[in-house]
């Protein structure tokens, strides 16, 4: 059988590892981020009712500009945006390759500040990017000064600011993403995957916006609305953004029958994110109880919580996937990430954790 070793593989992805996450199907499964309440049944009835309406239209390509659901994406976003400022793709992953396919490539270089999301070094390796992994400071949190300083000393091409951070949870400040802005001349992206978990208040980049052409905020719908296995990521930009992205999209690249889903999940917008608030009951929730179990958790902005004080973090998920239940090793010494479920979901990983308390020292 050939091997990877016997094929003419581009040099920088020898040795690369793909993405992936244990597919295991448990009980309790809290280990990708995913939103774990379902899509309320009458929501579900008006998307399925959407699609039955597109698969009579599949005999032809669809609309390849996306129009209408560029209209209702920047309806949703509000701050002004027009579907002119919008742009979406098959999940936010494919948004941001095409972002490094515009505006990366050979030569060309993207720095993120490590520890954050694992793909954007994967994403960089496909397009030939060069990646830079900056630093972050104590508790992984980024303050203006050490964001812009790495800036300053490696001269990327392209930024990206995980916002809140992924797999750490931390929120991202304005001033650390203007401070970003200010320090290069290259494209900033602002990945606001878990933007709507964040506390009542809190200011996207969105804000940030008028007068900086070079500003990219990206999201997604897999994550607060729930729809993650229909993939479908976008961003907001200076028209000029979109039109450059333009040139590296496949053509008529998001189907049918995703822009119909799309549309009508945002059509119930309210009832879609009204499990927005048990989610984040459920975060603060498990920042609580692991501390009070001795546990560090770090502050969290996102549906997940990383935390540290785990002595043995493999025998650790080890135990918790004997029981069922299924969290995340990040990779980060003596630290375990979990996701906001349910309460029946994080109940019982609370209680399975504290049983097994003694394993973790």
Not at 20 to 49: C, F, K, M, R
Not at 299 to 324: K, M, T
Request: with cysteine.
């Amino acid at each position: 059988m050939t091997s990877l070793d016997d094929l003419p593989l581009r040099a920088n992805l020898r040795g690369q590892i793909p993405y992936g996450a244990p597919q295991l199907h448990v009980p309790v499964a809290l280990n990708v981020n995913e939103n774990t309440h379902p899509i309320p049944p009458a929501v579900a009835s008006d998307i399925a009712a959407a699609l039955a309406e597109a698969i009579l239209t599949v005999n032809r390509y669809p609309d390849r500009e996306f129009t209408q659901l560029r209209e209702d994406l920047a309806g949703y976003l509000g701050h002004g945006l027009t579907r002119d400022n919008i742009w979406a793709a098959n999940g936010s992953n494919e948004v941001l390759q095409q972002v490094l396919q515009a505006f990366g490539g050979p030569g060309r270089s993207l720095l993120g500040y490590a520890p954050t999301y694992s793909m954007y070094s994967i994403l960089a390796s496909g397009t030939d990017t060069r990646w830079i992994p900056g630093g972050r400071d104590a508790d992984y949190e980024l303050s203006p000064e050490t964001a812009a300083r790495w800036v300053h000393e490696t001269s990327p091409d392209i930024v990206f600011l995980c916002s809140p951070n992924n797999p750490t949870g931390t929120p991202l400040s304005l001033a650390t993403i203007a401070a970003v802005y200010d320090a290069t001349p290259g494209i900033v992206v602002v990945d606001e995957a878990y933007a709507e978990f964040a506390p009542d208040g809190t200011d996207s980049a969105l804000t940030l916006l008028p007068g900086r052409e070079r500003l990219l905020v990206s999201r997604t719908m897999s994550k607060a609305f729930a729809f993650a296995g229909v993939r479908l990521g976008y961003l907001a930009a200076d028209p000029a953004v979109t039109d450059a992205l333009r040139l590296v999209r496949l053509p008529y690249h998001l189907s049918a029958l995703t822009q119909a889903a799309a549309v009508a999940a945002l059509a119930h917008t309210g009832e879609m994110l009204a499990m927005v608030d048990d989610i984040r009951v459920q975060r603060d929730r498990l920042v609580t109880e692991l501390a009070a179990l001795g546990f560090l958790p770090l502050r969290s902005g996102s549906n997940f919580v990383l935390f540290g004080g785990v002595a043995d973090p493999h025998a650790i998920f080890a135990a918790l996937l004997a029981e069922g239940i299924l969290i995340r090793d990040v990779g980060i010494p003596g630290h375990l990430r979990v996701s906001a479920g349910t309460e029946a979901e994080t109940s019982a990983f609370l209680a399975a954790i504290a049983r097994l308390r003694p394993l973790a020292e």
